[in-house]
């Protein structure tokens, strides 16, 4: 048995920039994985494209227990490193809204990107290897697959959550943290969409496909994106960074006319005149004409001039479209969540190192541990930035 001074059991954007960071130390890596390819989810990412990374990048584009235990990697591997990486490798890439960057080409550039540079480095890689244990040893640790044993002294955990099982998402890696007796923050989907109850699907039945400018607000955190109606609920933007905060119970706000303010919309429906046909026509201006036709049926009467419809219940009305309350009866799960939400506890884990407290040589990092980014090349900012750490402390 070759004996290697790290194994990373994951080849995901964490993992491998974890090797790369080592192997450039000049230690000798393994990286395992049980997928057949490199990169994980990396090629789904942003509609094929991936959403490599954003130019504005805080701790408070993250949720964790602890909301400062990712300010440390974050400040030591920031946006503009991993820019330059892709520059360097002639990857052309664009920004679209928020600071989102994205290939221009394929999310298979930035994983050959990776693995070149990974294996010029001198790392290893195995794929379609299995992990069937990974035990403490008077050497450091053993990984045991279904293609052999790979022996070392340190040990990296990458391999990510649970979202997306058909890409071979599994639970090794909280498997491996409860085995060393870390604890593990409850795991949820996030970014992820929203499920309705049945008395809300009956009410917007017959809104498929319908994209609208909307703001969320769930527990006091608040978003402006575009939201889409779907046969189940609802998702797009808005609703994938919504449900980043939402737990099960919590209660939704929707403005589905966020362009104006509620003194704005009051005047402009106090303007109006005309039966609620009239009305509803009218109002397509303002959200689509299904949503108009629906929201007028449900709380406005028949015939009526806005201009002298009492205050009270204009207000209502105009409360009815800014400040609508939505209980989600759940999220659509975890196959199609971007995302976990949870993991492994980072009271656990050094915040500069990634190395966990109680298991010196064992370290986790990406998206197994408990910080989880905001849409929008967040995630994979922290899977860089927590790579290195780890990288560099080995």
Same mark, same amino acid.
């Given at each position: ?53 954003? @130019? $504005?990048? +805080? /701790? *408070?584009? &993250? ?6 235990? %990712? ?5 030591? =591997? ?40 990974? @294996? $010029?480095? +001198? /790392? *290893?890689? &195995? ?6 244990? %990974? ?5 450091? =640790? ?253």
């Amino acid at each position: 048995m070759k004996s290697f001074d790290a194994v990373i059991l994951g080849s995901g954007g964490a993992g491998l920039m974890c090797a790369i960071t080592a192997a450039k130390r000049g230690l000798t890596v393994a990286v395992v994985d049980h997928a057949a390819k490199p990169g994980g989810k990396l090629i789904i990412s942003g509609g094929g494209r991936c959403n490599f990374t954003n @130019r $504005e990048v +805080g /701790a *408070e584009n &993250f949720v964790s227990e602890n909301a400062h235990f %990712a300010k440390s990697a974050l400040s030591r =591997f920031m946006p503009a490193d991993f820019i330059e990486m892709v520059e360097a490798h002639g990857i052309p890439y664009h920004e679209r809204k928020h600071g989102q960057l994205f290939c221009d080409a394929s999310a298979q550039q930035i994983i050959d990107m990776l693995v070149k540079s990974a @294996r $010029e480095a +001198g /790392a *290893e890689l &195995f794929q379609k290897h299995k992990v069937l244990a %990974a035990a403490k040893t008077n050497d450091g =640790f053993l990984v045991t697959t279904d293609q052999g044993e790979f022996p070392a002294k340190k040990l990296v955990v990458a391999t990510g959550g649970l979202s997306f099982p058909k890409f071979g998402a599994t639970p090794v890696g909280y498997d491996i943290a409860k085995q060393f007796g870390l604890k593990i923050v409850s795991r949820v989907p996030a970014l992820d969409g929203f499920v309705f109850s049945d008395a809300d699907r009956v009410r917007l039945e017959g809104f498929s496909g319908i994209a609208l400018d909307a703001v969320m607000t769930t527990n006091g955190v608040v978003f402006r994106e575009n939201l889409l109606f779907t046969h189940a609920g609802f998702s797009g933007p808005v609703a994938l960074q919504a449900s980043l905060h939402w737990n099960p119970g919590d209660e939704v706000r929707i403005n589905f006319i966020p362009a104006l303010s509620r003194e704005e919309l009051m005047g402009w429906f106090s303007s109006r005149k005309g039966n609620k046909l009239e009305i509803k026509n009218q109002m397509a201006v303002l959200v689509p004409k299904r949503l108009a036709e629906r929201f007028c049926d449900l709380y406005l009467p028949e015939a009526l001039d806005m201009g002298n419809f009492p205050k009270k219940d204009l207000a209502a009305f105009c409360e009815k479209l800014q400040d609508w309350p939505f209980l989600p009866q759940g999220t659509v799960g975890y196959g199609k969540a971007e995302v976990t939400r949870g993991g492994v506890d980072t009271s656990e884990l050094s915040s500069k190192t990634m190395e966990a407290r109680k298991a010196p040589g064992l370290f986790f990092i990406g998206e197994v541990v408990d910080v989880t980014g905001w849409l929008g090349g967040f995630n994979y900012q922290w899977a860089w930035a927590s790579g290195k750490a780890a990288g560099e402390a080995l």
